[in-house]
């Protein structure tokens, strides 16, 4: 194969073919994702336009930075802020979920929270469509710097090793028994 046709992944070939071979994860927030913008530079700084709008024409960005991270940043946020909000939780506690407050995923009991806290559902949002959004995860992982990288590229390969070892995902540690000691 010539070097034109190689593929450009940080990921090994070994690595894409079991990704590719594997099923997408059963979510229901697929496809459900604002259009991208683009940023252009500007006299001001770093603009983020449609694309299909143009400075040189006259057309004015949505945002402004003056600093290409925080534009980075914006133009992921800017692709998932009107995203359907999957996760919600329902106040006052209900009979559902005597311990505290319930969580609903899609309109369906998901799980529980024990005090009000909306923030916390919002995270799960936000988390959830940038899991979903290549581009946005990209540009994330690539604004949080080398270090946690690394520490990602070590993670991932611990646990593709242990799918090769074992043919199932990857291997967690077993949560703490009653008694505080961690169970084998």
Known sequence: MSEEGQSKSAFSTEYRTILRAQDEPDTPWAGDAMKPVVIL??????????????????DAPLAVFADLTDARLAAVAHSI???????????????????????FRNRDVSGWLQAFDPEWIEAMNVLAWIAQYAEGLAVMLDLAGPTIQGELGEILGRNFAAFLATGTGPVRPAPPSDEGVQSA
């Open 41 to 58: 530079s500007t006299p001001s700084g770093y603009g983020l336009f449609r694309p299909w709008q143009n400075p040189q024409t006259g």
């Open 81 to 103: 802020i009107r995203r359907t909000r999957h996760y919600q939780l329902r106040e006052p506690a209900t009979p559902l979920v005597p311990e505290g407050y319930a969580v």
